[in-house]
């Protein structure tokens, strides 16, 4: 192997080596992007609603009902309790 052999194969051995740190870098900046991972699945979320909104009307105010119910129950049992600890 002459001296201009081993220097292509060191630029195409250089240049995959390259093409996999992109890869690799690429990879971890989707994983490690939360803003844009988090963007994503409130997209996908509120396309899962919308869609279930359209399908089955009905299921879907059941389903409002049944989070507004939770949620005020959660609040109401907060003020009971904050309450009770400010007049102890």
Do not use: H
């Not at 201009?4 to 240049?15: F, H, N």
């Not at 699945?41 to 059941?62: H, K, N, S």
């Amino acid at each position: 192997m002459n001296s201009q052999d081993r220097k292509q194969l060191g630029i195409a051995e250089a240049d995959a080596a390259r093409a996999e740190l992109y890869d690799t870098l690429g990879q971890l900046s989707d994983r490690l992007n939360y803003a844009k991972r988090i963007d994503d699945a409130t997209q996908r979320v509120g396309l899962r609603i919308r869609e279930e909104r359209t399908e089955r009307p009905l299921v879907f105010v059941a389903g409002v009902v049944a989070v507004a119910a939770t949620a005020g129950v959660i609040v109401w049992a907060i003020a009971k309790r904050a309450g009770r600890n400010f007049r102890a």
